[in-house]
């Protein structure tokens, strides 16, 4: 079995109740390794009433213990849950663990810590100077992001030939997409030829450089099998009729893809980061601070399909 290094998250929200409740499904399918002290591990699996199976694997000296606050955003937590993840991502680059699945953090959290980045895919690209992709979703329906987090009134300037062409060229050989790739288009009706904004313009070239590329790889110029779409129109590109015909989608900017995506396939979605060096997988949902440490029921599909996926794709 593959063993796997999982970053613990946000103390103060519900990744330890998923990884206390899950354990038994997860340690079938993997050798988990839970980047979590023993200490603060007792003290959130007390707040439970959760039992720690004796087969929980820690790793030591994680970061200094603190009092948890259910839901809360606390510096102490952010700082923590940064550890956690920076000590399952160095057990991926030293070859001790097989893959990297992250529980929820919280953002702001990581800014009180004085955490620089803004989530775990940030901090990816700086660790292994690379251009990571985030791709979202299930096997049903994935959808990358040439933008992420960002603000909206910047994404249309983000938009450029050079930069898109690679993004295109990079998703195509780390995703392995097996059929066509649905591209979205930025504006309202893709533009409709300039009335609305020109940005498709500057997607086709994109996309034209990147089809030419890999027809001249897979060596079928000759009988060119397109690999990306032209500019669909984003207010259609999700509809039955064209969910057909597509299993992958790359939308211009976070929103504009996920809306649609956790509307269909919120419970079971997951965050793949494509283009390192590690496979690291991520539950696509947040922390859940209402909820946290109420008793509550915590739906762990995406949490095991997050595993399941490195299973299937380590």
């Known amino acids: 079995m593959k063993k796997v290094a999982i970053s613990i998250g946000d103390l103060n929200g519900i990744g330890i109740q998923l990884a206390l409740e899950n354990h038994a499904t997860i340690s079938k399918l993997t050798e988990p390794l839970y980047c979590i002290d023993p200490t603060i591990l007792t003290q959130a699996a007390t707040k439970l009433n959760l039992p720690i199976p004796d087969d929980f694997q820690t790793v030591e000296n994680i970061a200094p213990s603190f009092t948890i606050e259910p839901g809360q955003i606390s510096k102490a937590s952010g700082a923590y849950a940064y550890a956690s993840f920076v000590k399952a991502i160095e057990l991926a680059k030293e070859k001790k663990v097989d893959a990297v699945t992250t529980l929820p953090i919280h953002k702001k959290a990581w800014e009180l810590a004085g955490v620089k980045y803004k989530g775990h895919t940030d901090a990816l690209r700086d660790f292994f100077d690379a ?4 791709m979202l979703g299930c096997p049903q329906m994935y959808v990358a992001l040439y933008t992420e987090h960002i603000p909206l009134k910047e994404v249309a300037a983000s938009i450029n030939e050079a930069d898109l062409t690679r993004f295109l060229i990079d998703f195509y050989h780390t995703a392995k997409p097996t059929s066509t790739v649905a591209i979205l288009g930025l504006n309202p009706h893709a533009g409709d030829d300039g009335v609305l904004g020109d940005e498709e313009s500057i997607i086709q070239k ?31 590109a999700f509809t039955p009729n064209i969910r057909k015909h597509y299993t992958h989608y ?34 696509d949902h947040g922390t859940a601070f209402d909820i946290a440490y109420q008793g509550r029921e915590v739906n762990g599909l995406s949490y095991l399909n997050a595993v399941r996926y490195i299973v299937d794709n380590g």
Request: no cysteine; aromatic share 6%.
């Open 131 to 134: 251009e990571a992709i985030m």
């Open 250 to 283: 790359i939308a211009m900017y976070h929103d504009q893809g996920l809306a649609p995506l956790k509307a269909l396939y919120f419970d079971e979605g997951i965050n793949v980061s494509l283009n390192l060096p590690i496979l690291r997988t991520s539950v």
């Open 206 to 236: 994109a996309i034209d450089n990147a089809n030419r590329t890999l027809r001249q790889a897979q060596g079928t110029v000759a009988e060119p099998v397109e690999v990306y779409s032209d500019p669909l129109v984003p207010d259609v």
